[in-house]
C-alpha cells in the first residue's frame, strides 16, 4: 500500500478559522446606557468624555466616576429541515466591563477641561458547546478591549466648546475551534489561538449650546487597528501529526471601525431632558481577519477569512426625568442595524437588527455623590443565514442583558 | 404615574437578572416524510451498503454504514427498526481492517501507512447469524448485480453466507424479500466494473459467463437489474436507485502519480543508456514510470499521462526494487488507456439502464456518479472540507475505495436529499462532523 510520505492539501484552516467581529458595546456611561446610549449633545457628567470630549469643559467641577456592567449574552441556534432540525444554545455567561473616568474644568470658571477615561467599547463572548454542530467554525470567541483616553477639552465661549482624546487601546482575544483529525478514540482536535494587542486612535467633538434648552453635539471616534503580536497558536493533534501543527505564534490586526455621532439634546420644560442621537459606524474597516502564522507547514496555512461588514447608521432616543434633586429617572432605546451581510452571518457573531430597551436611575445620597442604576435589555429578530465560507447556516437568535451599576463624585 | 410605571419597569428588568427570561428559545420546525411509509425499510447493494471499510467488513463500519445513517433519519419521520447483520465481535471479517500506523520503508524512512489492524477479538466471526434476520440491510461485500438472481450465491461468498437464511439454496434476491418492504434503496452495479478495475483489467470484458474480475456485459446487467427491480417494487414499495460512482477518480486509482519517478540528472543518464535503442528518454525531474506493456514489442513503455498507478503496487518495490524504472510495473498494478475506457463506457452504459428503471417505476434516482465527483474538487460541509485525497481529503477510507463513517454520512445526505426532491418529503439530515473519519494515532 502506499505510505502517506505526502500529505498534501491543507486538511484544516480550508475550512473556517473564524474570529470574532467587533462587538460593540454602548455602555461606557449608565446615565447615557438608560437613555437609550446616546449622549453626544449633552454633558451628562465626566462620562462625556467618551460621548463627546468637547463636554468635559462644560462640567461644574472635577469628578471621578466609576460603574461596572455585567453584560451576559446568550445565543440560540436551530437548523430547520431538511438541514436537521438541531438546537443549540451558548453557554450562559457573565462578562464583566469598567469604566472609570476624572476629570473637568481645570479649576472653576475655567475654560479648559482635562480628564482621563478608561473604558470598553468592544467585546464579544460566546461559549459553545464543544462538539456541537459548528464545533469546526467556532467552540468559543472571547474578545475584550480597555480603551485609555486622556483628554483636553476647550470652552471656546458660552456657545461652542471642543474637545480631544488620545486613545490608548489595549486587548486580548482567545479563540478556540475543532479541528477535523481526529485521534484514535475519534475525538477531534483543537486550535486554540490566543494573543494580545494594542493600538491606537483619538475621540474628538464639538458641542453647541444653541440655548438653554437646545444643544447639539458631533463626535468622531477613530478607527483602531488592534495588532496583535505574537499571540499563541496552540493545537491538540494526534502525535503523528503535531509536526503538522507546530505550536507557533501569529500576527494579526483587527480593526475597531470609527464612529462618527451626531445627537441633539432638548429641554421642553424644567426636569425633563429628551436628546437622540444617530451613529454612523465605519463597520467597512473590518473586511477581512488575516491570521499569519510564524510557522506554516503543509497543512497549516495562513488564514484569511472574509467578514465583508457594511457600515451602520444607529438611532437613539432617551429622556431624563428629575423628580428631585435627589432622584432622577432615565428610559431610553435605540435601533441598532447589524453590519453582517448575508452570506457572512456566522456562529462566531451571529449579528441581526438589534432592538435595545434601556432604564435607569440616579440617587443623590449627599450633595456631591450620585449612585447610578441601569438596566440595559437587547433582544435581536431570528436570523436565517449562513456563513459561506464554512457552509454552516442555520437560525440564530442573541438576546442579553446588562444590569450595571455606578458611582459619581463631584468635588 | 410615570413614576411607577419606571420603578416596575427596572423591578422587572432587575427579575430578569435570573436570565431564564433572556434566552432565546428557537423551536425548529418539524420534519415529515411526506407521502412515504418507512416503517420497513430495506437496503440493497454490495460492500459500500454493507458499510464495509479500511480494505474489510468490521463492526464499526457496519454501524456505520449509510443505510444505518438513513435508518436514523427515517426515524424522525415514522422510519420503524432497522436490523443489521452485524459482526459478533470488534474484529474484521474475514481479514483485519487497516489502520494507520508508523511504517518503515526500505530506505528506512518511517511515515504513517495502513497496516493490518491487529485486533483479533473474531472468533466466530464467519458463523451464521440469520436466526437473528430477517434483516433490513443485505448488502454484501463483492456482490454484482449479475449475481442477484444466483441460488446458493451464499456459498460463494462467504459474506452472503454468514447471514443468509438458506445460503445454499436460495438467491440474493429472496434475502432482499424477506421482509415486506415499505421502501428500498437499492445501490447495485459496482462490482460488475469495480473488480476488473481493481485488478488492473487483468478480468476479461463482456465475456458470456462473467467471473468477478471481469466486465459483466450489458445485457445480462440489464436483464438481472430490471428483474430485481420488477421483484422489489411490484408491490408497490417506493424507493430509490442509486447509479454508479466512476471508479477511475477514487484515491485507490488517485494517489500514486504516473509521473512518480524521481531522478537526478546522474541517474536520467543512467537510465537513458540503459534504454538506449528503445526510444524511451528519461531526464532530470519527474519522469513517466515504465511498465509492463505486452502490445509493445520490447514487452514494456513509459507510462501516458492519464493512465493509473493502481494503490496496491508495493511502496518498496517502486522506492527500492527498480519498478517503473528498471524493471517494469507488472500490467496488473495498471490501469491503461483501453481499459479506462472499458471501465468509464460500462460505468456509463449501466448508469443508463438504472436511470430508466428508475423512471420506469417512479423512484427516486440518486446520481451519485456526479456526487462524488464533486468530492475531487471538495464538499464543504459545517467547516470541514472533505475530498477525494487519499488520508487527508477525510471521506474515503484507508482502502482508498470504500468511505469513513463520514463519507458515507455524506452519501447518507445526498441521498436523504434526492428523496426529499422526489417524494416532497422533509427528511432531516445529518451532522456529517458528529462520525469518525480517518483515526490518527
Excluded at chain 2, 474538487?377 to 471521506?395: E, H, M
Excluded at chain 2, 474515503?396 to 416532497?424: C, E, W
Aim: glycine share 10%.
Amino acid at each position: 500500500m502506499r505510505k502517506l510520505t505526502l500529505l498534501a492539501a491543507p486538511l484544516l484552516l480550508s475550512s473556517a478559522l473564524s474570529f470574532g467581529a467587533a462587538y460593540q458595546l454602548n455602555l461606557q456611561g449608565l446615565r447615557q446606557l438608560a437613555m437609550g446610549g446616546g449622549g453626544t449633545a449633552w454633558p451628562w457628567d465626566v462620562s462625556t468624555l467618551f460621548y463627546n470630549p468637547a463636554g468635559l469643559s462644560r462640567l461644574s467641577g472635577v469628578e471621578a466616576y466609576g460603574s461596572v456592567q455585567f453584560i451576559m449574552p446568550s445565543t440560540s441556534y436551530a437548523q430547520s429541515p431538511p438541514a436537521g432540525y438541531y438546537t443549540a444554545s451558548t453557554k450562559m455567561q457573565t462578562f464583566p466591563t469598567v469604566n472609570f473616568y476624572l476629570g473637568g474644568p481645570l479649576q472653576k470658571g475655567s475654560k479648559w477641561g482635562l480628564g482621563i477615561g478608561l473604558y470598553t467599547p468592544y467585546g464579544d463572548g460566546l461559549r459553545w458547546d464543544n462538539t456541537w454542530a459548528g464545533s469546526n467554525v467556532i467552540q468559543n470567541i472571547d474578545l475584550r478591549t480597555i480603551f485609555i483616553q486622556p483628554t483636553v477639552s476647550y470652552r471656546i465661549n458660552d456657545f461652542i466648546s471642543a474637545g480631544i482624546g488620545f486613545i490608548y487601546a489595549t486587548g486580548s482575544v482567545d479563540l478556540k475551534q475543532a479541528l477535523p483529525v481526529q485521534d484514535q478514540n475519534g475525538n477531534n482536535g483543537q486550535a486554540d489561538l490566543s494573543g494580545q494587542g494594542n493600538g491606537t486612535g483619538f475621540n474628538a467633538g464639538l458641542q453647541i449650546k444653541a440655548t438653554d434648552k437646545l444643544q447639539f453635539g458631533i463626535t468622531y471616534r477613530s478607527k483602531v487597528n488592534m495588532r496583535l503580536n505574537g499571540g499563541d497558536a496552540k493545537f491538540t493533534v494526534p502525535s503523528s501529526l503535531s509536526g503538522y501543527f507546530p505550536n507557533t505564534s501569529f500576527n494579526s490586526s483587527l480593526p475597531l471601525p470609527a464612529v462618527l455621532s451626531v445627537g441633539v439634546g432638548c429641554r421642553p420644560i424644567k426636569n425633563l431632558v429628551i436628546q437622540a442621537d444617530v451613529n454612523f459606524t465605519q463597520w467597512n474597516a473590518f473586511d477581512s481577519l488575516n491570521f499569519d502564522y510564524a510557522q506554516t507547514t503543509a497543512q497549516l496555512h495562513n488564514t484569511h477569512l472574509p467578514f465583508r461588514y457594511k457600515n451602520t447608521v444607529t438611532y437613539r432616543l432617551g429622556a431624563n426625568y428629575a423628580i428631585s434633586h435627589k432622584i432622577a429617572l432615565m428610559v431610553g432605546g435605540a435601533w441598532d442595524p447589524t453590519p453582517v451581510q448575508n452570506g457572512f452571518v456566522s456562529p462566531v457573531l451571529p449579528d441581526a437588527d438589534r432592538i435595545v430597551l434601556t432604564g435607569g436611575v440616579t440617587y443623590k445620597p449627599l450633595e456631591r455623590l450620585t449612585i447610578l442604576a441601569a438596566f440595559e435589555y437587547v433582544t435581536s429578530a431570528k436570523r436565517d443565514g449562513n456563513y459561506d465560507y464554512s457552509n454552516f447556516g442555520g437560525t440564530y437568535q442573541t438576546k442579553a442583558a446588562t444590569p450595571a451599576i455606578g458611582l459619581c463624585y463631584n468635588f | 404615574m410615570v413614576y411607577n410605571m419606571k420603578k416596575i419597569y427596572i423591578i422587572g428588568c432587575l427579575a430578569a437578572l435570573s436570565f431564564a427570561a433572556c434566552k432565546p428559545n428557537l423551536n425548529s420546525s418539524k420534519p415529515s416524510a411526506g407521502p412515504l411509509d418507512l416503517s420497513v425499510y430495506v437496503a440493497v447493494g454490495n460492500s459500500l451498503t454493507a458499510g464495509y471499510a479500511d480494505n474489510s467488513l468490521y463492526r464499526e463500519g457496519q454501524l456505520n454504514s449509510y443505510p444505518k445513517r438513513l435508518s436514523e433519519q427515517f426515524a424522525l419521520v415514522g422510519g420503524g427498526a432497522f436490523v443489521q447483520p452485524l459482526l459478533p465481535s470488534s474484529a474484521a471479517y474475514p481479514t483485519p481492517q487497516y489502520v494507520l500506523a508508523p511504517t518503515t520503508s526500505c530506505t528506512g524512512t518511517v511515515s504513517l501507512g495502513p497496516v493490518p489492524s491487529s485486533d483479533t477479538n473474531g472468533t466466530g466471526n464467519g458463523n451464521n447469524i440469520a436466526s437473528q434476520g430477517p434483516f433490513n440491510n443485505v448488502g454484501v461485500p463483492g456482490i454484482r448485480a449479475v449475481d442477484y438472481l444466483l441460488a446458493g450465491y451464499g456459498v460463494l461468498n462467504p459474506y452472503a453466507g454468514r447471514f443468509y437464511a438458506n445460503p445454499s439454496t436460495q438467491t440474493p434476491l429472496d434475502e432482499a424479500l424477506r421482509l415486506k418492504a415499505t421502501f428500498y434503496s437499492v445501490w447495485l452495479g459496482s462490482n460488475d466494473v469495480l473488480g476488473y478495475a481493481t485488478s488492473g483489467g487483468a478480468g476479461s470484458v463482456a465475456p458470456a459467463v462473467p467471473f468477478p474480475g471481469d466486465i459483466s456485459p450489458l445485457p445480462l446487467f440489464q436483464y438481472e437489474y430490471d428483474s430485481v427491480i420488477g421483484a422489489l417494487f411490484k408491490n408497490g414499495a417506493k424507493g430509490v436507485l442509486i447509479n454508479i460512482p466512476d471508479v477511475t477518480a477514487i484515491p485507490f486509482f488517485t494517489t500514486i502519480p504516473h509521473n512518480g519517478l524521481t531522478l537526478s540528472a546522474a541517474q536520467a543518464a543512467g537510465l537513458n543508456a540503459a534504454y538506449a535503442g528503445t526510444g524511451i528518454t528519461f531526464k532530470a525531474g519527474a519522469n513517466n514510470f515504465i511498465i509492463q506493456d505486452a502490445a509493445s514489442p520490447i514487452g514494456l513503455r513509459m507510462m501516458k499521462d492519464d493512465e493509473l498507478v493502481l494503490l496496491t503496487t508495493p511502496q518498496d518495490s517502486l522506492t527500492c526494487g527498480g519498478w517503473g524504472s528498471l524493471k517494469p510495473i507488472p500490467a496488473n498494478y495498471i490501469l491503461d488507456e483501453t481499459e479506462i475506457s472499458n471501465v468509464k463506457s460500462y460505468t456509463e452504459s449501466y448508469n443508463q439502464v438504472i436511470l430508466t428503471a428508475a423512471t420506469k417505476y417512479n423512484l427516486a434516482y440518486v446520481d451519485m456518479n456526479s456526487y462524488l465527483k464533486t468530492l475531487a474538487t471538495g464538499i464543504l460541509f459545517n467547516g470541514v472540507n472533505y475530498n477525494a485525497q487519499y488520508v487527508n481529503g477525510g471521506a474515503f477510507s484507508l482502502d482508498g475505495v470504500h468511505l469513513t463513517p463520514r463519507g458515507y454520512a455524506l452519501v447518507a445526505n445526498k441521498i436523504l436529499s434526492v428523496i426529499n426532491q422526489h417524494y416532497s418529503a422533509n427528511i432531516p439530515l445529518t451532522d456529517v462532523n458528529k462520525y469518525g473519519g480517518i483515526r490518527f494515532p
